[in-house]
Structures are given as C-alpha cells and as structure tokens.
C-alpha cells in the first residue's frame, strides 16, 4: 500500500480560499467515504478537522470544506487567516482495517 | 475536560523495546477507538494500528505486523502500544488518537529516541 499523494506546499494570501488535493486509488480513497483531514503545527499534534470526507468535527470553523471526486479527495480552506498557516494531512480507510495517510501539504498563508 | 495522556520521552538502545501509553483523562476509555500514528522527525504521519478497548481486538498496520501490539487495560483508561527489535528507523514522536464517533482528542505525543 502506498502513500495517498498530496502537493507537497500550497500558497495563498490572506482572505483568498486554496485547495489541497489527496489522490489515492480505488481500493482506498475512491471505494470508501473514509476520509479524513487532519492540520498540524509545528510542534503540535495534529488535529481532526473533517472526518467522513465532509464532516467537521464541533469546534472546527466553517472555512474547513471538504468534497471526494473518484479516486481524489479535497479539501478547501476559504477566507484564509495567518493561523491556517500549517501541514495538511489527508488519510483514508484503505480496506482490511488499515489506514493510509497522505504525504502531506504545507500551506503557507 | 477529556484528555489523553500520553507517557514521557524514552531513549532505547537498538534491538530492545519500548512500551508507550495513552491514558484517557476525565473519561472512560471504552468510550473511544485508540489509534496510534507516529512521525520521524521532519517527515508524515504514519498509521501504524487501533484498538477498539471496549471489543479488546487490535488492528495493526501490515508493516509493522510481528513488531507492534496494542492494547488496551480498562480498569485504568489506558491504551498501550509495544514496539519491538527497534532501530534507529523508528525515532519518531508517537501520537494515541482517541475518536468517539463525532470527536477526536489527540495525546501529546511521546518522543521515542533509538540510539
């Protein structure tokens, strides 16, 4: 099994919206609506931020969106703030109880 | 206010093993799915396996299939992952994920060093 695939940096100014895609296969993220998005900060453990490849989590802003489209999962980031400035990680259910993670993507705001 | 508690840094030598726990603070930990994902420095997330504590069966990634066990102890809250014959591959922060269905509290993280 290998790594689902993300950009490895994305870039955008405050206020502008970005996407970040996660492209896998069918037998991970295209045959399950298993995935997941996590952000992280230096330093920090990650943090779930949509799950079931829409939904947030309580807490998580509303400028978090989601979608899935074959075998490639994304997620959009609207009205970007400085704090949004982290790694995305995509995982997806990959069959036989395992999960793959993404490679990962470093925003940069 | 829920929270899981991960143990301290560990240093261990090559070919020995290490065991990190997870404990769930201010709930039960039958409550959650446990799952562990660790990262080397300066590198992904890897998922290396879950627990469900209430069932008691672990799940582990294939790659580290021989190598980890993961288990759970009901009686105090705490989760527990082993990782065996270790090399210097497996420096990396370990992180326990608790997820109860519409929320996912995440551990500290514990460092493990291999030197």
């Known amino acids: 099994q290998s790594a689902l695939t993300q950009p490895a940096s994305v870039s955008g100014s405050p206020g502008q919206s970005i996407t970040i895609s996660c492209t896998g296969t069918?037998?991970?993220?295209?045959?399950?609506?298993?995935v997941s998005w996590y952000q992280q900060h230096p330093g920090k453990a990650p943090k779930l931020i949509i799950y079931?490849?829409?939904k947030r989590p309580s807490g998580v802003s509303d400028r978090f969106s989601a979608s899935k489209s074959g075998n490639t999962a994304s997620l959009t980031i609207s009205g970007l703030q400085a704090d949004d400035e982290a790694d995305y990680y995509c995982?997806?259910?990959?069959?036989?109880?395992?999960?793959?993670f993404g490679g990962g993507t470093t925003l940069t705001v | 206010q829920v929270q899981m508690v991960q143990s301290e840094t560990e240093v261990k030598k090559p070919g020995s093993s290490v065991k990190v726990s997870c404990k769930a603070s201010?709930?039960?930990?039958?409550?959650?799915?446990i799952t562990w994902v660790r990262q080397a420095p300066g590198q992904g997330l890897e998922w290396m396996g879950r627990?469900?504590?209430?069932?008691?069966?672990?799940n582990t990634a294939q790659k580290f299939q021989g190598r980890v066990t993961i288990t759970a102890d009901k009686s105090t809250s705490t989760a527990y992952l082993d990782l065996s014959s270790l090399t210097s591959e497996d420096t990396a922060v370990y992180y326990c994920?608790?997820?109860?269905?519409?929320?996912?509290?995440w551990g500290q993280g514990t460092m493990v060093i291999v030197s």
């Open positions: 994920e608790g997820w109860s269905g519409a929320s996912s509290i």
């Open positions: 201010g709930d039960t930990i039958t409550s959650y799915t």
């Open positions: 627990i469900i504590p209430i069932l008691g069966t672990p």
């Open positions: 069918s037998s991970d993220v295209g045959g399950y609506n298993l």
């Open positions: 079931e490849v829409t």
């Open positions: 995982s997806s259910y990959a069959g036989s109880s395992s999960v793959l």
